[in-house]
């Protein structure tokens, strides 16, 4: 006999489980299914959040060696790795755990097991100890997630070659570490890895790193990383890696075509992108459709082509993020519920929580040239802000695009100090339709970092006061 719940949703990453919190809360009966054993998925487990732990910590022991003479702290500062990797477990474990006690006080069935649908309605359940499990469902979630992409012709070992996840836990800090693809990952953990001791190089198939950024920002970024010992190789890409002992030999040539060098590392990142983990859930036997790249496609609302199965995350098109995930989890469970959740995508953020970080939200530059909206710019950089100046982060800028015609703000792009947090304002002023004015009317609290924000929104229309 089947155990039968309003909703199952597949997956308990930011998508599974934030939906099935949803779901509970709204009075529907619910399960989450996961076959990791512990929930948060991607983003708790080896993503987003150890990430965040070791960059945290990293960003404090160079702090330490670099900045505290300036400010007149003297200490002697030395490196323990596993500590450090003791600070990063336990905070996997207690937000995991989090999970679990969220979906108690929201009544979800946590089931841990290898999920498939056998047919819609129908979940088969795969628990590690062969036991099979049947659930019946009205509507199925599926958000499954992503996986590494593999780079052709080298295999991932997770101990010298290694995705982000063995990044995560290397157990020494390597000399050298080459890391393939300048985008979030492999700048986020090449600066980890830097800030400890490693020789960073970076090895990039496009003539540019962080592609998707501003233009601007991006080589900004590129500049201000490459004074911080990042090596580039741009244009570039990796054709074969060969093990000769301890040291791993890299074959790289142009992108274009070109004469081959080889470059030696002790540790190979390869971080060039994430695809859809959406094999072995039975879709092509029920006819759920996908596209080329594997992603599950669905309607604005969710929906699959087959009644009853809706897709949200990583699994399906849009940015991957923790946070996109956590949206489309709202609005599918909201919409299953027979109320009216949305996505509004042209206020989803973005952030590389590097040192400066970089945060953006909406339309860049190029995307607006290319669609060929008018548009208006104001730009104030950290070097002119007081707060800035104390904490001595006065590196990278605020970019405020706004329309020039109804001066509705487009898109806002920030390198600098906490750009992650400032980026909110901005994501809430746009969500609101605000206009750059409305930014620059209202009231900053001084000496804060927001004060760069509201120069920047005066900068639109030319009256910054403070430069
Ligand atoms: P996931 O989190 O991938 O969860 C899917 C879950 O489904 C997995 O736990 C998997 O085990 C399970 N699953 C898959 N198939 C089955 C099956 N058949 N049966 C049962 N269970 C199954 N995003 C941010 O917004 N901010 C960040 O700072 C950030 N940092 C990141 C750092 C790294 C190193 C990485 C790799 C990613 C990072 N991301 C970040 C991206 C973020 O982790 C993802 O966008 C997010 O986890 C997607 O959520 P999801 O629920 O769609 O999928
Ligand atoms: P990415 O898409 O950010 O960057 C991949 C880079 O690799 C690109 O610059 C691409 O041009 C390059 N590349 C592709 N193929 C290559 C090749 N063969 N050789 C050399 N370079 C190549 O992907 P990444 O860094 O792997 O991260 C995956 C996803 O995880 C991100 O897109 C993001 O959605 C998510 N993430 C988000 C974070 C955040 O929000 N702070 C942090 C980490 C990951």
Known sequence: MADIFDAVVIGGGPGGYNAAIRLGQLGLTAACIDKRGRFGGTCLNIGCIPSKALLFASERFEEAKKTFGKLGITTEVGLDLGTMMQHKDKVVGELTKGVEFLFKKNKVEPIVGEARITAPGKIEVRAADGGVRTLAAKNIIIATGSDVMPLPGVTIDEERIVSSTGALSLKSVPKRLLVVGAGVIGLELGSVWRRLGSEVTVVEFLARITPGL??????????????QGFSFHLSTKVTGVE???DVLAVTVEPAAGGAPQTLEADVILVCIGRRPYTDGLGLDEIGVARDPKGRVITDSHFKTNVPGIWAIGDCREGPMLAHKAEDEAVAAAERIAGRA????????????????????VGKTEEELKAAGIAYKVGKFPFSANGRAKTILATEGFVKILAEAATDKVLGVHIIGPEAGNLIAEATLAMEFGASSEDIARTCHAHPTLTEAVRQAAMAVEGWTMQM
């Not at 501003?214 to 004074?227: A, H, N, P, W, Y």
């Not at 959740?341 to 953006?360: F, K, L, M, R």
Request: proline share 5%.
């Open 243 to 245: 093990k000769k002992g």
């Open 214 to 227: 501003d233009g601007e920002v991006s080589k900004t970024f590129q500049r201000i990383l490459t004074k």
């Open 341 to 360: 959740g949305h996505v509004n995508y042209d206020a989803i953020p973005s952030v590389v929580y590097t040192a400066p970080e970089v945060a953006v």
